[in-house]
């Protein structure tokens, strides 16, 4: 059974940095190129970044960029979000996503995790 797990996620105020860690168990996880995903209160998912698994190249949605960054520690099976200077606007559920089946900033990834909430004061 595959599993992504989010952890780190938290009320912060603006300016202040999280980061959130993604856990995959019950698959091949360094052969995975994994995403990250927001969901804010009345908006659609977007792409927040993604990582792949051969060359370990990110790529982050242009509201983060200079911001976030994602690394992966293979021998852990972990995926992590470095969230820097955050914003209330970055207010959202965060998923990380598993098993990519489209385009890297796509949303067809196989596998999803149950999200972590992460709220920013102002």
């Known amino acids: 059974q595959v599993q992504l797990v989010e952890s780190g996620g938290g009320l912060v105020q603006a300016g202040a940095s999280l980061r959130l860690s993604c856990a995959v168990s019950?698959?091949?996880?360094?052969?995975?190129?994994m995403g990250w995903f927001r969901q804010a209160p009345g908006k659609e998912r977007e792409f927040v970044g993604a990582i792949t698994w051969w060359s370990g190249d990110t790529y982050y949605a242009d509201s983060v960029k200079g911001r976030f960054t994602i690394s992966r520690d293979n021998a852990k099976n972990t995926v992590y979000l470095q969230m820097n200077s955050l914003k209330p606007e970055d207010t959202a559920v965060y998923y990380c996503?598993?098993?990519?089946?489209?385009?890297?900033?796509?949303?067809?990834?196989?596998?999803w995790g149950q999200g972590t909430q992460v709220t920013v004061s102002s």
């Open positions: 996503a598993a098993d990519r089946r489209g385009t890297i900033t796509g949303q067809a990834y196989h596998y």
């Open positions: 019950g698959r091949p996880f360094s052969r995975d190129d």
